[in-house]
């Protein structure tokens, strides 16, 4: 199978949704994420959401990408689609309450070794117009050429990445059961047969269902949040990662804090997971916090 980068530029249709008090309760419980700021609605100042619920609130788009922009793909070569980038910038929390506008765009198609890199821009704004999220979302498509050079990576903002050949700060191992796909994919409400039917993994190539890449990273950031901030988000910039690795049920993943770099407006945490076997599951993982 083929593609071309011909579709960056195109526009989505709209997206509006709200978001809900059990939206966000939900979702903090997708990964055992007690922080009161999630559930506590006694809380001054109110529920705020996790920051990685941005990309189940916009999942809906991707995973009816068809009924938003005419992409010119066959839709089976939506099959080998994995999720390998992750780019979010926050401007605000979100809580429970807002009205969310999405109007977004096919911002890349990058050619690499194991495929084609399709990375969607979705921008989303208050009821007053105002910026909540940009979400930079990359799937990889496996084992598809791209038949040109590509475009758009100048649409791409950079990853930070950590000095090589550190020795992590610290480092959290945690247990990722079978039955820990299932709940992410019911709590997040985020379903994708990949990570929850043996017979559709198998069918496209993998051994088994393998865990959630976003719910890996949602795990890292609890433990970044939990360590790094005195357990308050909402100070959280930017989350960026690369998805390299599987992470198969029944196993344990590492997650490592990599490098702390601080300045005058702030600090940025660099990080990493890895999987069952050793290998980094999130790549050059950062997260950027201000006061």
């Known amino acids: 199978m083929q593609v071309s980068s011909r579709i960056v530029g195109g526009k989505l249709k709209e997206f509006n949704t709200v978001i809900t008090q059990r939206q966000v309760n939900n979702y903090a419980a997708a990964v055992s994420d007690i922080n009161p700021f999630y559930l506590d609605d006694e809380r001054k ?29 066959p839709p089976e070569i939506l099959f080998q689609l994995v999720h390998y980038s992750e780019h979010l910038v926050i401007y605000r929390p979100m809580h429970p309450g807002d009205k969310i506008t999405i109007k977004g765009e096919v911002a890349a198609v990058i050619p690499e070794k194991r495929g084609t890199h399709v990375i969607f821009k979705l921008p989303a704004m208050d009821s007053k117009g105002k910026p909540l999220f940009t979400e930079y979302i990359g799937g990889m498509l496996r084992g598809v050429e791209c038949t040109d050079k590509g475009r758009g990576s100048e649409n791409i903002p950079s ?3 950590a000095t090589e050949n550190v020795v992590p700060i610290w480092e959290v191992p945690l247990p990722i059961t079978r039955e820990a796909c299932y709940i992410y994919e019911g709590c997040a409400n985020v379903p994708f047969p990949i990570h929850t039917s043996p017979a559709f993994a198998r069918s496209v190539g993998m051994p088994d269902i393998i865990y959630f890449g976003i719910a890996t990273l949602a795990l890292a950031v609890r433990e970044l949040v939990n360590r790094e901030t005195g357990s308050d988000p909402s100070g959280i910039k930017t989350i960026a990662c690369r998805f390299r690795g599987m992470v198969l049920p029944n196993s344990f993943i590492r997650i490592q804090l990599m490098q702390r770099q601080s ?17 980094e599951a999130v790549s050059s993982g950062f997260m950027r916090i201000t006061p």
Do not use: C, M
């Open 263 to 279: 300045d005058s407006n702030g600090k940025t945490l660099h990080f990493r997971v890895l999987n069952q076997e050793g290998r």
């Open 159 to 161: 990853l930070s990445v």
């Open 45 to 73: 100042g109110g529920l705020i959401a996790p920051p990685t619920l941005a990309a189940a609130v916009t999942w809906p788009i991707i995973q009816n990408i068809y009924d938003y922009i005419d992409l010119g793909y």
